[in-house]
């Protein structure tokens, strides 16, 4: 999380900072410093699904990130795609290409091996070692341990 904030700092917005009660706050000597956003306001700035944002972070460069962020939502690709077109380098050889609006129109277009099956989408897997867990569990087992937390 600390990455993602990083990567794309969340601004405080201008309604926000003339909110009366961060300015009684800031009157009484106390400083906000985290941003207050609606969650409107956050599905606006993070159109992308989670798991998109994860694969951009890699990106380094940041004119790079934006474009397959940008690219990524005009597109609608999925996981499998962005990370396709980060690998063999597509904003590079946009970047390159003399004819830019033909690569970008090519890009849009998903492979076969950017398709997810059902049984795919729906398989997620979960890490619950935090629940102590031994190697072979019942159902009742994961259940009680999950109401503990």
């Known amino acids: 999380m600390r990455k993602l904030y990083q990567t794309w700092p969340i601004l405080q917005t201008p309604s926000a900072k003339s909110d009366p009660v961060t300015e009684s706050l800031k009157q009484s000597g106390i400083d906000q410093t985290v941003s ?3 969650a409107e306001q956050a599905r606006l700035a993070f159109p992308l699904p ?3 944002y994860v694969r951009l972070m890699s990106v380094k460069k940041k004119h790079a990130r934006t474009f397959y962020e940008g690219e990524a ?3 609608g690709w999925s996981v499998r795609q962005l990370e396709r077109q980060i690998n063999s380098q597509f904003y590079e050889r ?3 290409s003399k004819n830019k609006a033909a690569m970008l129109t090519k890009g849009q277009k ?3 091996g950017d398709l997810v099956t059902t049984a795919e ?3 997620d897997p979960y890490v619950l070692e935090f629940l102590d867990l ?3 569990y019942s159902e009742s087992d994961l259940e009680e341990s999950l109401s503990l937390v």
């Open 36 to 38: 207050v956003i609606s």
């Open 50 to 52: 989670w798991s998109h």
């Open 73 to 75: 939502i005009r597109g």
């Open 94 to 96: 946009t970047a390159l």
């Open 110 to 112: 998903a492979k076969p």
């Open 121 to 123: 989408e729906i398989k």
């Open 134 to 136: 031994k190697d072979e």
